[in-house]
């Protein structure tokens, strides 16, 4: 079978790096940008960073600082707005996955005469996006390195895609240093589940399993090191690369059912979606495991589980076991600690039904499996 990978878009990668954007845009041929953000993350003073490094090669900045957690359609729409008013030429995006899924979708919005409805629901844009430089401060979702903005439909509770790649994305572990514990967990998490979704997808390749196995490995050894130490650059470096690779690696291939349900989660009980795909990702394991039970026994080698049994079941508990005890270990909330029951999980159904992410994956999930699925992350931790 044939299959296709690729480098999305050019990488400035190390310390230091968010000092270098002034460069990169001038290389683009923006002359004003508008730079996106939260207002945590402008606090910080990474944004100043940015502004200063702009001001050296006179580019003209305006921010917009809104970012609200998964990028809802209104902030998306009321950034667009802004920079078609202003009339930019490029977008900069700084912060975590909000902020990035953000500036996608203001990229594409700014340069189509839609609603944000259409947007979002319809499919690819008359126009391309702005070219846009995507600048995270935390280690998960590795959007800076997809094709896709996640953004949320506020009046019917969904997220959904809409296509849109950087131009160009700047990778600075400076910037994640003393991320708060629960940050770095969920984010990290956030990371895994897109590695074994990768994996197990319907179409991975050479390319994205690479890719994928070393984030694993870079997670299991170094987000331990982080939570302990927050200050520690060397667990930073090695947690940034691996969200940044996981993004690559479920680029080339694709996330599936288990990111359905993370997103059903989200839009349900407003959940962080590093903790919902962190809760559904031992789920994916035994699901996946009868279909890629070699991949899945190297998921647990990384993890120090040898797995000796053939036998398919035994092989995807023994893995998913070894996930939950690692996100225990960790802290990441169960449904009971977070006060969901097993009736609000149940109550996603419809929702990942209708995900078309479900039918992506590498086994086949039927309309009957999902109820099962889903009472499996309530049941199992």
């Given amino acids: 079978m044939i299959r296709r990978y690729g480098q999305l878009c050019t990488v400035a990668y190390g310390a230091g790096a968010v000092n270098s954007t002034g460069e990169i845009a001038k290389e683009l041929g923006f002359n004003k940008v508008l730079i996106v953000t939260g207002k ?53 995006g700084i912060g975590g996955g909000s902020a990035l899924d953000t500036t996608k979708g203001i990229a594409c919005f700014a340069t189509n005469d839609i609603t944000i409805h259409d947007m979002i629901h319809n499919g690819p844009m008359k126009n391309l996006p702005i070219r846009f430089i995507l600048i995270p401060t935390t280690s998960g979702t590795g959007s800076e390195s997809t094709f896709v903005a996640v953004i949320t439909d506020t009046k019917n509770h969904e997220k959904l895609g809409c296509p849109s790649t950087p131009s160009f994305s700047i990778l600075d572990p400076e910037l994640t240093l003393s991320l708060p514990n629960n940050i770095t967990v969920y984010t990290a998490m956030d990371a895994f589940s897109h590695c074994t979704e990768s994996l197990t997808s319907m179409q991975p390749n050479p390319h994205s399993d690479l890719l994928a196995y070393d984030a694993i490995e870079r997670i299991v050894k170094w987000l331990p090191v982080a939570c302990r130490e927050l200050d520690n650059y060397e667990a930073r470096d090695n947690l940034a690369l691996a969200s940044n690779f996981a993004g690559k690696s479920f680029n080339d291939s694709t996330v599936h059912v288990g990111h359905a349900i993370a997103h059903s989660l989200g839009a349900q009980f407003h959940i962080v979606h590093g903790i919902g795909c962190a809760l559904v990702t031992p789920v994916v394991i035994e699901l ?94």
Avoid: W
């Fill in 40 to 92: 945590h993350a402008e606090a910080l003073g990474y944004c100043q960073k940015v502004i200063d490094s702009l001001k050296k090669v006179n580019i003209e900045t305006i921010i917009f600082n809104d970012v609200k957690m998964d990028a809802p359609d209104y902030i998306v729409e009321a950034g667009g707005n802004i920079a078609k008013k202003e009339k930019v030429d490029g977008i900069i």
């Fill in 288 to 381: 996946t495991a009868p279909a890629f039970s070699e991949k899945i026994k190297k998921i647990g080698k990384i993890m120090g589980v040898t797995v000796d049994s053939e036998d398919e079941s035994v092989i995807g508990k023994t893995v998913a076991d070894a996930v939950r005890k690692f996100m225990k270990s960790l802290g990441v909330p169960s449904c009971k600690e977070l006060g969901i029951t097993r009736e609000d999980i149940l109550s996603c159904t419809d929702y990942v039904r209708n995900e078309p992410l479900r039918n992506f994956g590498g086994v086949t999930v039927t309309d009957e499996m999902i109820p099962g699925l889903l009472g499996q992350i309530y049941d199992a931790y």
